[in-house]
């Protein structure tokens, strides 16, 4: 259970960092203006990244290893991006609300995907950074 907390606390400390500082990637609940109704927006984006990462990453990582291999980890960084424009598709889905560049509404656009590449490269190295500091 401290695992899935202190793996919780990293990706939302991540998913802000990420919304402050990627060009093209919104979150208007990590403002905090309105503390209660924004910090759950917040939690259910940072738990539906986590579960998109923590399931379903788990899979396609799996999947493309052959890939990864043949291409010297550009696959592994390709599903990131694509993981990324998931969750944030889900998140919108159930409430949550994140725009990663042009989407939504348009998926496959420069915009879109270049926040994506650079908000999946933040969140993966602050996360990180954030899980070695807080002890499981």
């Known amino acids: 259970m401290k695992g899935f907390i202190a793996t919780f606390v990293a990706t939302g400390v991540a998913l802000w960092v990420a919304a402050r500082f990627v060009p093209g990637m919104e ?11 924004d910090l759950i927006a917040f939690g259910t984006i940072a738990v539906v990244f986590g579960v998109a990462n923590g399931l379903i990453g788990s899979v396609v990582r799996a999947l493309a290893l052959p890939f990864n291999f043949v291409t010297m980890g550009l696959a592994g960084f390709l599903v990131n991006i694509a993981l990324f424009i998931i969750a944030a598709y889900v998140s919108n889905e159930i409430g949550g609300s994140i725009m990663v560049g042009d989407f939504p509404p348009d998926i496959l656009t420069q915009a879109t995907i270049v926040a994506a590449a650079l908000g999946s490269l933040v969140v993966g190295l602050v ?5 070695l500091v807080i002890p499981n």
């Open 127 to 131: 996360s990180a950074v954030v899980r």
């Open 27 to 37: 979150i208007p609940s990590a403002d905090f203006k309105v503390i209660p109704e």
